[in-house]
Every structure is written in C-alpha cells, then in structure tokens.
C-alpha cells in the first residue's frame, strides 16, 4: 500500500509540467468574462494546423484552458463564507440577452378612458388621507379606519319622500351591493371587448330609477324569456313593437347579382299590381256620373244653342237626389 | 350603402306607383344598362351599375352621394320623395296637371295650386292621385297630390286648392343644403 502511494507521487513528480497542468495560461489575448453570467470570450485566433492534427485533443485542451481562466476570475471575485461554503458574489451581467416573449399589448382603453379623452377630463390626483370631521384627524381616504365612513352612521336621517317603514341601513347596504355589482358588470365587459369576446347582450345594469329606455328594453328582455322565446305573449296596448332586436341584420350584398335582383323587384311589381283591385269602384261610378254629365250637357245644348244655363246649377241639384259615391272622402267643398 | 331589404324596396314602389303606376317596370328593367336602387345614409339612389362599382371605392363617411337621390325613408320608414326624382318621374307620369303661367312662380315657391292657377288637367284623375306638375310649355315643374279629383274640380270655386304641393324645381335653390 505504501508502496502504491509511493509509485504514484513519484510518476506525477517526474511528469511535471505534461501531467497536472499549472493554473497559469498564457495567451496572446485577454479574455473577455462576463463574470454574471459566468461566461468569458476567447478572441484569439486558432491555429489551423493543431486542429487538423489532432482536432479532439486540441479542443480538450482549449477547454481546459479557458475554464481555467474563467475559475481564476471566479477565485479573483470577493468571497464570502455561507453555511460552510465558499460563495464568491458575482457582479451584474453585461451581455443583453435579447427578451424571451415579445413585448405586452397596450390595454385598449376603456369606456370611461374614451369618454374622459373625448372630453378632456384629466386624472385628479387624490391625497392618501382626509379629514376627518368627527374625529378631528387625518384619516386614509378609504379602506380599514377610513375617514367619513358611511357604514359607521349610527343614525340615518329619514329623508321626507321616502316611507317611514322603510329600512334605510338596508337600503345603504343593498345600494352598495348593486354598485359593486355594476362595477364589476362593467370591469368584465371592458376586459371581454379588449379581447374581441363575445358579451352576452341580454344584460341591464340593475339601477335605482329605471329610464323608460331601460323599462322598454327590460319589457322586451322578459318578453321573449319564456319557453318560445315570446312568440305567443300578448302584445300590451301601447307597447312598441322592437325594430332590431339583438342580432345584427342582415342584408344583400352590395354588388351582388343584379340579375336576380331585377327579378325579385319584377316581381315584386307584378305581386302589387296583382294586389290592386282592376274594378276601383270609386273610379267606376266617377266614370259613369261623368258620361252622364256629358250626356246632359249635349242634349242641353241641343235644345238651347244660346241661351245655355251654366250646366253646374242643374247637376248638383240633380246629384243631390241621387245616391252618391259610396267612398269619396269630400272636404267640405261640396256645393 | 346596401341594397334595399323587400320591406324597404316595397315601401319605395308603392310611393311611386302614385305617380308613375306600372311604368315602374321601365325604371327597373332599363335597355340601356342595368340601374339598380342602394341606400345611403336612409337615401334612396338610383344609379347605373358601373357609377355604382367605382362609388364603393369611396368611404362610407365621406361618400355624399351617387347617381339619382329618389328620396329618403324617414325614421319611422316613411318614404318621402324628393325632387332629384323629377327627371324620372316625368316621363312615365301617369296624371299630369298644367298650370297657367301666372301660377307657375307661385308653385315654384312651395304654394299649393289654386283652380284659379289650373291650367289643364289629365281627364279620370282620382282624388290624392299622385300628378307631376307641368308648365303650360310641357316643362315638369315639380309634383303634388291631386286635392280634387278632375270631376270635382270642375265644379269648385276658384280659390279652392287642386293640387297639394309636393316638391318644385324651385327647391334646388331654397333647400340646396338638404338636397343630395
């Protein structure tokens, strides 16, 4: 055993500097370390004959002598002990590694950001505390021991149009509850619009005093929820009947066939004049009054060539006897 | 711009049927080229296939008009009729009421035409007959509605109207904003 340990000292004192290489390296050009990013860059040029040589051999050793620089860097950094390890504290990294994923989208604004830029409201920047009357202090705005705070009211005054039986702390309480609800109505719609995703349109926004837009919009919304979707409900007296419900119409194109076209509007002529009654009994009965005032006229002018009354006189009195026509509506001007 | 839906092509004949009955046919089956009718901005446009092609280049904002505006549907999808619409009216116009040249400024200016103003008128007009009003020398002046069928006015006095006014020439200056 002695013996080994004695054979093997003996072998790596007379390799020297071939067997275990030194911690020195010599090389024409410096390398760049990036110690953050425990990386070091060798510039120098190759040798192109070693490599052809013997290319496995010279990259081992080409290796080995860049880590060794490298370790030597890391030896060079200060150090400090950590649980019973040396730990050296590496310095910031230098190279800029391009970004994993690409940059986020800009959030479309929201409803109330169009209309604020619409209208050139700007942001009012609020002071963190307020004052607190009652107390006398400063107090954050909102959240825990927040000044002024209405849920903390230990008396409510009635307001004079309102029922006395009515609860007002309720009241207060279910108020809240329907604004957060709006609240959250409206943070979801905008995030559904800023993804491009469907909404369902079926939706009002629970408020105090209904307008009559909400009120018809909710009588046509409770009209169709029912099993055939409103078919067979009866229409109230004075309802207005919805021009464009929900869905999003749907028309011809624009330059489609105009052929077709032509004959879909033929047709639709032919299906009108069809419609018209050929014997309009108006006219029919006009027709006939006038070929008797005609006949009148001629036979009176027969028999007095000179002296011919005004032929208006004789036949209103003569039509007034008669049944008259059954539909004109006359304005008054009848004589 | 869409083409018109069946209601709205509907509504559109029935109103020009007033004037100008079946010829209605000739407007839409034309020999010298296909004419089709498209809505604009609630405006009724009479206009040639190849006007049509080149006019949906242009935005929908910034497009003003194309071909012949007839009219426009109202809100409540009434549809008026507009002067553009004379020069198609007239030709195939079914009644037709002149009107002595004294008369002719007054209903230029958006009077009613009188018996005293009536010049000649087609024989068998029923009353609330749509007519297309001309100069004594066959000019289209405008259109109205027949307040007295052609029997009546005959008999009644010279102030009493005969023609309800309805749209003149007179327009294109009074209303040149409104007009397309």
Sequence with gaps: MAALIEDVLAEAERSGPGGLRSIHVEKPLELQFDLGNLTALDSNPLKPGSFRQDPEEFLR??????????????????????????????????TRIPREKALPKTRPPTRWEEFAKLKGIQKKKKSNLAWDKEKKEWRRRWGYKRANDETKDWVIEVPETADPNEDQFAKRVTAKKERVAKNELSRLRNIARAQKSKVPGVGLAPTDQPSKVDLSKAIHVAKAATASVGKFQDKLPKEKEQRNAGKKRKFEPLIGDFSAERQKQLELLK??????????????????????????????RKMHPKGRQGGKGH????????????????????? | MRPLTEEETRLLFEKLAKYIGENIKLLVERPDGTY????????????????????????????????????????????????????????????????????E?????????????????????????????????????????????????????????????????GEYIRNEDTLT
């Design chain 2, 36 to 103: 089709c009718f498209r809505l604009h901005k609630d405006r009724v446009y009479y206009v040639s296939e190849k006007i049509l092609k080149l006019a949906t280049n242009i935005s929908r904002d910034k497009l003003v008009s194309l071909g012949t505006c007839f009219g426009k549907f109202t809100k409540t999808l009434k549809f008026r009729l507009h002067i553009t619409a004379l020069d198609y009216l007239a030709p195939y116009a079914k009644y037709k009421v002149w009107v002595k040249p004294g008369t």
């Design chain 1, 271 to 300: 299906i009108m004049s069809n419609k018209k009654p050929k014997l309009d009994l108006t006219r029919a009965v006009n027709r006939q009054l006038r070929e008797d005032e005609q006949e009148e006229a001629a036979k009176r």
């Design chain 1, 61 to 94: 050793s080409l290796a080995r002598d860049n880590t060794q620089l490298l370790v030597n860097a890391i030896w060079q950094l200060p150090s400090e002990r950590q649980n019973e390890a040396i730990v050296a504290k590496l310095p910031q990294p230098t």
């Design chain 1, 315 to 335: 036949n209103q009195n003569r039509r007034k006897g008669q049944g008259r026509k059954p539909t004109t509506k006359q304005r008054g001007n009848r004589k």
């Design chain 2, 105 to 169: 400024q007054s209903f230029l200016y958006g009077n009613h035409v009188l018996k005293s103003g009536l010049g000649r008128i087609t024989e068998s007009t029923a009353q609330y007959q749509g007519v297309v009003v001309y100069s004594m020398a066959d000019i289209p002046l405008g259109f109205g509605v027949a307040a007295k069928s052609t029997q009546d006015c005959r008999r009644v006095d010279p102030m009493a109207i005969v023609v309800f006014h309805q749209a003149d020439v």
